[in-house]
């Protein structure tokens, strides 16, 4: 035991010390010495938190609130089953029974021999190519029989990761209709040159003929200002599904007080049937960047943080590849494309899997190494984000439209889309589908329209933004993708007529009811009460009553939630009730009231210890 913790400590300080010993950095230490060891042993959360001067319970306490951290051995393979209804839909469950058998493990335990644990994780974002699996963190898209077959032959041969068949990891980007973003043919630093000729222009001119330094220098001063003005003309509106105008969230950031400025990427797209991010990421990562430094320039940042979902962990390499390409080719650090003073760089910060820190304040709890739980609002981020400093937060698909309205201008970006809707929607459409995968589109095209491209026949219903979006049916098939009419942060699920529209509503109320974070009674309490109504009628036990309180539980969660996780998460169960309430009414034991507890039969082991069974031993008789 000794010899294991005098390996361990330097190992653990070599960790820390990377992080410069910084608590900011306590979940990507926690994440680095768990990759490093498999888990996080007890002594190496000694070690840390000595080493950051912190509590050890702030250690443990952080640890324990991400779902990828383990405080116990998990096994040399972690295999996580994505368990999206999608995943659902094409066999998931089947094919995890198949490989616990031949692990001969139990799902969510660790093999008697320490070798492997099998378990099941949230959406995994391969919507369009399940079912899926992570095993050590690393995506295995389109699972069959043979395949699972093959992972297990492999962990029972003790096969390193690294060295299973190359073919297994391929991840496709799927992009079936390609418009102004996923077809934007820019070069890396196209936008930031854009944005920085924009704001000189005509300033230089005017500084030659008045001979004026002065001219020149207000004129250089007038370049952050150009760009902003661009994006707001534009009236570009959040990709994350809220849609709050992006330029009126840098104006507000730009000129909040305060001693630096944040430029935060949320690719944390933990949505379920959401996957468009990835794709950006995967071959689109120098546009992203590009609109984070053109961000950076707008509101005068000169640090910036992409939070990448651990589900993505396996794209941190290629990544931070991207970005060092581009710091050799002066689009990030000191003098950014020789323009002095114009000093930006990017730091990945990954995640740990947690839902809730898709919400930018959580994220920035997270950001900050602590837990990602909510915080109270106001303040908001734009005056008291990252270290309680101005800090702007967009998710990936935002920052991309940034990039390209610093090139082609904010007026030719708001004669894309509606009136209301400017630009395009990148849609991750998956489910009963011919061809799932990424399409985009102007704002305003017709729920119908995405249908027929998609080649989905006989379609039921959509989910539209995920569970926390609402789900419609086919009379409603002529609506739009628009803000006015139907947001999205990009989901966009189709179920077929032969699927249960209540186990999809059923699958959903335990993702919420996993997902969170613990942190207020009524969504801790509330969407675990969601779930046991949903079990109670899966398992032919329900009444009126169930649908009765489940009502109930919405009008509380809608009032006294924390976070947007508690207020919607009632959204996917009410809209199916209704519109498909004949799926929960066939499955409910009595349509009256039925107590989901007998007291008088919970009483008949009192009446036979007293050896009374007459009418006053009875509740119901005595009623």
């Known amino acids: 035991m000794t010899e294991a913790i005098a390996d361990l400590e330097p190992r653990v300080r070599r960790i820390v010390t990377r992080w410069d010993h910084d608590p900011t950095g306590l979940v990507q230490i926690l994440r680095e010495v768990q990759e490093e060891f498999g888990y996080l042993p007890p002594p190496a ?3 840390i938190a000595r080493l950051l001067r912190i509590p050890y319970s702030r250690v443990t306490g952080v640890a324990s609130f991400y779902s990828f951290m383990a405080l116990q051995p998990r096994g040399a393979y972690r295999v996580l089953f994505s368990d999206n209804i999608t995943d659902r839909m094409a066999g998931n469950e089947r094919l995890l029974e198949a490989l616990c058998h031949r692990l001969w493990v139990e799902p969510g335990k660790v093999s008697e021999d320490g070798l492997v644990s099998v378990g099941r994780t949230s959406c995994t974002g391969l919507c369009d190519q399940g079912p899926a699996l992570l095993v050590n963190g690393i995506a295995l898209p389109a699972l069959t029989d043979e395949r699972v077959q093959n992972i297990g032959e492999l962990i029972l041969a003790r096969v390193p990761v690294a060295d299973w068949p190359a073919e297994f990891f391929v991840v496709h980007d799927n992009v079936r209709r390609a418009d102004v973003m996923l077809a934007h043919g820019l070069k890396p630093g196209d936008p930031i040159r854009a944005a920085l000729q924009r704001g000189t222009q005509g300033w230089s001119e005017r500084a030659a003929n008045e001979r004026s330094w002065r001219e020149a220098y207000v004129g250089a001063a007038q370049g952050p200002i150009a760009t902003l003005e661009e994006v707001k003309r534009s009236n570009l509106r959040g990709r994350g599904g809220a849609g709050f105008t992006t330029g ?17 990427c949320n690719a944390d797209e933990g949505e379920p049937g959401t996957f468009k991010d990835r794709v950006l990421l995967t071959s689109h990562a120098d546009l992203l960047f590009d609109g984070m430094t053109v961000a950076a320039y707008a509101i005068g940042a000169s640090r910036g943080f992409l939070y990448l ?32 003073g114009f000093d930006f760089d990017i730091r990945v910060h990954v995640g740990a899997g947690s839902y809730v820190c898709g919400e930018e304040s959580a994220l920035i709890e997270s950001l900050e190494g602590k837990r990602g739980v909510p915080r109270n609002r106001p303040p908001y981020p734009v005056t008291n984000g990252y270290k309680q400093q101005p800090t702007i937060v967009n998710n990936v698909e935002t920052l991309c439209a940034a990039a390209l309205i610093a090139v082609h201008g904010g007026d030719w970006y708001r004669g894309l889309g509606t009136l209301k809707s400017s630009g395009t929607k990148i849609l991750s459409v998956a489910g009963d589908v011919a061809r799932p995968g990424l399409y985009e589109y102007p704002f305003g095209v017709t ?20 569970p926390s979006g609402m789900c419609i049916d086919a009379t409603e098939f002529g609506r ?17 007529a032969s699927r249960d529209m209540f186990e999809v509503a059923r699958n959903y109320a335990h993702f919420f009811a996993h997902e969170s974070c613990g942190f207020c009674t009524p969504c801790r309490v509330g969407t675990s009460m969601l ?29 006294s939630a924390h976070c947007g996780l508690g207020h919607t998460a009632c959204n996917p169960i009410l809209d199916t009730l209704k519109r498909f309430r004949p799926a929960y009414e066939r499955k409910l034991r009595s349509l009256e009231f039925t107590p989901s507890f007998d007291v008088d039969g919970a009483l008949g082991r009192a009446r036979q210890m007293t050896g009374r069974d007459d009418a006053g031993a009875h509740l119901e008789e005595q009623k």
């Not at 970005?323 to 080719?329: M, Q, V």
């Not at 729920?447 to 995920?466: E, H, K, M, P």
């Not at 739009?480 to 077929?496: K, M």
């Not at 046991?532 to 009502?551: F, V």
């Open 531 to 559: 779930v046991a109504a949903m079990d109670k009628i899966h398992a032919g036990n329900g009444t009126q009553h169930e649908l009765r309180e489940m009502n109930r539980l919405n009008r509380v969660l809608l009032m």
């Open 248 to 264: 009126i969230k840098w104006e507000a950031c730009r000129h909040a007080t305060g001693l630096e400025r944040y430029v935060v």
């Open 480 to 496: 739009r993708i628009a803000f006015e009419d139907l947001p999205t942060a990009g989901a966009f699920t189709v179920f077929d």
């Open 45 to 47: 959360a000694v070690e």
């Open 447 to 466: 729920i119908r329209q995405v249908l027929d491209d998609c080649g989905a026949v006989n379609t039921q219903a959509v989910q539209v933004s995920g």
């Open 309 to 340: 979902r651990g589900e993505y962990r396996y794209l941190l390499e290629q990544v931070e590849s991207v970005l060092e390409r581009r710091r050799e080719a002066n689009l990030l650090g000191a003098g950014i494309c020789g323009q002095p």
